[in-house]
């Protein structure tokens, strides 16, 4: 059991969190003017500087605004902005109250941490992106996040690039799927994002470089899980599914192309391929 004192220690420090919540809410004895476009933040100068390196400088006088007591911000998404204010204040926000997907909101807000050097503001958005993320990756919000990852943030950010990379490689046999029409969006998503394609070639070359000269098909079935075989041309092909535990009786080479993925620019599955 710990001692009284800490637990008196620890009711303080609640009471101080809260004291600092209400700060935000009621403006009381605020000091520096935040403006971007109509929008204006009333915010204090000894709390936004102590967790925002961006806001510290620009008290210190180095910027003009500093002087005047006022900053003003241009190129920001105001939603976001105030939520980063609510996350200096609090420690924590809300993905619920927008209009963009969590997962896309997250990406965002690494952003703009990155941009205004708020502390530890991005490692909460991280971990908040790799939770929904889970069970967002076969939505629209998932890829626009992607994109909006590769082309809003550093370079060398390989949390957040690393958080996403890891969700799409565990996907990939699904998303990169031309015959899927609901991926149609994270693919041409892809297309016009090289330095994501890029990175996700070299997550994938390694474990595919095995199966060369192997033919990688799926199960006819509903389970879809990805099976290696060395099949040619005038060969018939029987397959039990471990998965499933369904036996796709034997088949010919030509009627297989239908199930192939296509993984390498040498590897062709014709059109119209599907015979008995």
Not at 150 to 173: E, F, G, K, M, S
Not at 178 to 200: C, D, G, I, L
Request: charged residues 20%; aromatic residues 12%.
């Amino acid at each position: 059991m710990a001692p009284h004192y800490e637990q008196t220690q620890e009711k303080g420090i609640a009471r101080l969190a809260r004291g600092l919540s209400s700060m935000f809410v009621s403006k009381n004895f605020a000091d520096l003017q935040v403006v971007l476009d109509d929008r204006t933040w009333l915010v204090h100068r000894n709390i936004v500087c102590c967790r925002s390196d961006f806001f510290a400088r620009a008290c210190e006088g180095k910027f003009m605004e500093g002087k005047q007591c006022i900053v003003g911000l241009h190129d920001d998404d105001p939603d976001v902005l105030d939520k980063m204010f609510h996350y200096i204040y609090h420690n924590a926000y809300d993905d619920a109250d927008t209009d963009a997907a969590p997962v896309l909101l997250n990406v965002r807000m690494v952003a703009i941490a990155e941009k205004y050097f708020v502390d530890h503001l991005a490692h909460l958005a991280i971990s908040k992106l790799n939770y929904f993320a889970a069970d967002a990756w076969a939505t629209q919000g998932f890829a626009d996040a992607i994109e909006e990852a590769y082309t809003t943030t550093a370079d060398c950010d390989r949390a957040l690039r690393n958080t996403l990379l890891d969700i799409v490689v565990q996907h990939a046999h699904d998303l990169f799927d031309s015959t899927q029409a609901k991926f149609a969006h994270f693919q041409s998503m892809a297309a016009r994002t090289p330095s994501f394609s890029a990175e996700v070639t070299g997550r994938l070359a390694p474990p595919l470089a095995a199966f060369a000269d192997l033919g990688i098909y799926r199960c006819p079935y509903k389970c879809r899980v990805l099976f290696a075989s060395s099949m040619r041309e005038a060969q018939w092909f029987n397959w039990f599914c471990p998965q499933c535990a369904q036996m796709m009786p034997s088949k010919s080479f030509i009627w297989w192309q239908k199930h192939r993925m296509v993984l390498r620019p040498s590897v062709e599955v014709a059109d119209g391929y599907g015979g008995n």
